[in-house]
């Protein structure tokens, strides 16, 4: 594996996750959220907390070029490849974890779902674009 490639690739999927995410959350679901903030007693504005989304969304976009590095010689370099790393990756960091927190009813159903069908986008787009960059030593 070219983990110099990874490094690359992953930090344009995380610039695009953190981009698209900013969408989806600072415009999509804005209302939910600020719901949830009411509910909460939360002061309006929110905490920013930048540097923990950047870190996540860096995290999101080198996950992503990772596992299209590790299941290229599977599947073979190129888009359906990175699709296919996308969505993986998309599936183990949104509705996954989002249905394991639906008991504790911090968020509603309809909200966890909403968030999950906005979130692929950026995630895939970012590990599609990632990937690009990416080639074998």
Same mark, same amino acid.
């Given at each position: =594996?070219? #983990?110099? $490639?990874? &490094?690359?690739?992953? +930090?344009? !999927?995380?610039?695009? %996750?953190?981009?698209?995410?900013?969408?989806?959350?600072?415009?999509?679901?804005?209302?939910? /959220? =600020?719901?949830? &903030?009411?509910?909460?007693? *939360?002061?309006?504005?929110?905490?920013?907390?930048?540097? #923990?989304?950047?870190? #996540?969304? *860096? !995290?999101?976009?080198? !996950? @992503?070029?990772?596992?299209?590095? =590790?299941?290229?010689? $599977?599947?073979?370099?190129?888009?359906?490849? !990175?699709?296919?790393?996308? +969505?993986?990756?998309?599936?183990?960091?949104?509705?996954?974890?989002? %249905?394991? =927190?639906?008991?504790?009813?911090?968020?509603?159903?309809?909200?966890? +779902? *909403?968030? @999950?069908?906005?979130?692929?986008?950026?995630?895939?787009?970012?590990?599609?674009?990632?990937? /690009?960059?990416?080639?074998?030593?």
């Amino acid at each position: =594996m070219n #983990y110099a $490639r990874i &490094a690359v690739g992953g +930090l344009v !999927a995380g610039i695009i %996750c953190f981009v698209g995410d900013g969408i989806v959350h600072g415009v999509l679901l804005q209302s939910g /959220w =600020m719901e949830i &903030a009411s509910t909460l007693h *939360l002061p309006k504005g929110g905490s920013g907390g930048y540097e #923990y989304f950047s870190l #996540y969304d *860096l !995290a999101k976009g080198v !996950a @992503s070029v990772l596992l299209y590095a =590790m299941i290229r010689p $599977r599947f073979g370099p190129g888009p359906r490849t !990175a699709l296919i790393a996308g +969505l993986l990756t998309w599936a183990l960091v949104l509705p996954i974890p989002l %249905c394991g =927190m639906i008991p504790i009813h911090f968020f509603g159903r309809k909200f966890a +779902l *909403l968030w @999950s069908i906005y979130g692929v986008f950026p995630v895939v787009i970012g590990a599609v674009a990632g990937s /690009w960059l990416y080639r074998e030593p």
